[in-house]
């Protein structure tokens, strides 16, 4: 069994700081209207921002693996949260955006499959208490271009 070890720190108010094993700090807060400053994320993003990048890095390279040349890619998630307290996820779409030219459909489903069911401890974490679904688009590698060109909008 592999032991993880994290601490979190009061800078002030609701502001923390908090670092894990890797020794890297991460910043929380809340918003405005419940006492913080909005000077961070919030816990709960940071949940999707986690679910994201550990299905990312699966799926990154398991593509690898198979020879895939992705010329980009992303990741989008939008959660729903309860209004009752407490607020948890009730469900989280995760929608990949591949670019790149001759991506097969085939290998995209399957890092996908493997990455959601097998490899992202995040998934498997919430599995049993968060409905998580997916999409996926694949696009050519000029899209990523017209992409950058417009306003950077998540």
């Not at 990048?53 to 198979?66: F, N, P, Q, Y």
Request: aromatic share 6%; charged share 20%; net charge neutral.
């Amino acid at each position: 069994m592999s032991i993880k070890k994290a601490v979190v720190k009061q800078l002030h108010g609701i502001t923390l700081a908090a670092k894990a094993d890797t020794n890297h700090w991460v910043m929380m807060d809340g918003r405005d209207s419940s006492g913080g400053e909005g000077a961070a994320s919030t816990p709960k993003e940071l949940l999707l921002m986690a679910l994201g990048g550990c299905t990312s890095m699966d799926v990154i390279a398991i593509l690898k693996k198979m020879r895939v040349n992705l010329g980009g890619f992303e990741v989008r998630l939008t959660g729903n949260a309860r209004e009752e307290h407490p607020q948890v996820f009730t469900d989280i779409h995760i929608e990949y955006l591949f670019f790149g030219d001759a991506i097969p459909e085939a290998e995209v489903q399957r890092a996908i499959e493997l990455s959601t069911t097998k490899y992202c401890s995040v998934s498997a974490m919430l599995r049993d208490s968060v409905k998580i679904t997916h999409s996926y688009t694949i696009q050519p590698k000029s899209a990523l271009a017209i992409k950058a060109e417009s306003p950077v909008n998540p």
